[in-house]
């Protein structure tokens, strides 16, 4: 008998404690899927907690971690349900990212990408391989739902292209909206807020870019009560269907909230390149043009300090030390044997 997937595990532990609960009566209805993707250490799991009213310090994600949260319609009306997904590691465990998008939850599933403001060199890499790679394996389930139920993939690309403002036809062609629900929230805004003007106006405008192309909801927040108040609100439109809001706020010297659709890319404008520098960039697309543009000013990292640590025993998180000091003492052995099996081989040969 084939094992339980995570996913069947999580369910049946949810069905489990709302059978085994005081209050409802009969199975939840209305369930929505939430999964939280971005930068390590970035606030992920700080804004899942704070969107269940969950007072507890927040624990470094291992992997894959799952959480559920309900919400009372009225009275004697089953609850919603909605499940929380979190992905940690940053870009390090992109494999992971198809244990919970599956053809039965697809419908009812959106992505909420978490990006450090504090580390804007990284923010690149680390937006384009986490889109990139949840993006392809979405695609890959649509397809293969498509060969089930042609009508129900279709009504979700009808739902996301519904949200582009019909006032900007030359943005349909430019842009290709994420196929299932996408917020982007830039973390650490109360760091952000001190940067260079020039610096928060280039991260601004491309990551209205990004979110506009994307047909993505954008919005900064940080330790700020008042703006977790509003991702909180943000997070229970996608978990509950609870009504968007409709507010908007593009300026730079403040934090931005844009929903999706109600940005354009003649409100955006072009990307922050002087004139004469221009001409010398070369890109096949916008988004390839928008990124030489943002990484002129901030070059990522080098692929070896950029790559999170994917070992375990040697993430720092891990660390205990009779475990290590007994590692590095068998490494040195290790080592050893293999200078010695080394100078053996050469000495048959020499001998040979």
């Given at each position: 008998m084939p094992s339980e997937t995570l996913w069947e595990i999580a369910t049946a532990e949810v069905e489990k404690r709302g059978s085994n609960g005081s209050e409802g009566n009969g199975v939840e209805t209305g369930e929505k899927s939430v999964f939280f993707i971005g930068s390590k250490n970035g606030g992920k799991t700080t804004i899942i907690l704070r969107c269940l009213d969950r007072d507890e310090p927040p624990k470094p994600t291992l992997a894959l971690e799952y959480t559920y949260g309900r919400r009372a319609k009225g009275h004697k009306i089953p609850k919603d349900i909605a499940h929380f997904w979190e992905l940690g590691?940053?870009?390090?465990l992109l494999d992971l990212i198809s244990v919970p998008i599956t053809s039965d939850t697809l419908r009812t599933f959106s992505i909420v990408l978490v990006l450090d403001l504090s580390k804007p060199n990284d923010l690149w890499p680390t937006m384009e391989n986490l889109l990139q790679a949840t993006k392809l394996h979405v695609d890959k389930v649509m397809m293969k739902l498509g060969k089930k139920n042609a009508k129900a993939v279709s009504e979700m690309r009808q739902k996301i292209w519904s949200n582009m403002q019909k006032d900007h036809p030359q943005d349909r062609e430019l842009i290709d909206p994420f196929p299932i629900p996408l917020v982007i929230i830039g973390s650490k805004y109360d760091i952000f807020q001190?940067?260079?003007?020039?610096k928060r106006k280039v991260i601004c405008k491309t990551l209205r870019f990004v979110a506009h192309y994307y047909g993505a909801s954008l919005m900064f927040t940080s330790k700020s009560e008042a703006l977790l108040l509003k991702i909180r609100g943000v997070i229970n439109q996608l978990a509950f269907g609870i009504d968007k809001s409709k507010s908007t706020c593009v300026d730079q010297n403040?934090?931005?909230?844009?929903t999706a659709g109600l940005d354009s890319l003649s409100q955006i404008g072009s990307p922050p390149v002087p004139d004469n520098d221009f001409g010398k960039l070369h890109a096949h697309s916008?988004?390839?043009?928008?990124?030489k543009v943002y990484e002129k000013l901030?070059?990522?990292k080098s692929i070896n300090t950029l790559k999170d640590v994917k070992d375990p025993a040697r993430d720092p998180q891990y660390a205990e030390s009779e475990v290590d000091e007994m590692r590095i003492q068998k490494d040195q052995e290790l080592e050893q044997y293999k200078r010695s099996s080394s100078k053996s081989w050469k000495q048959i040969e020499l001998d040979s």
């Open positions: 590691g940053g870009t390090s001190d940067f260079d003007s020039e403040k934090p931005l909230f844009v916008p988004m390839e043009l928008w990124k901030f070059p990522p």
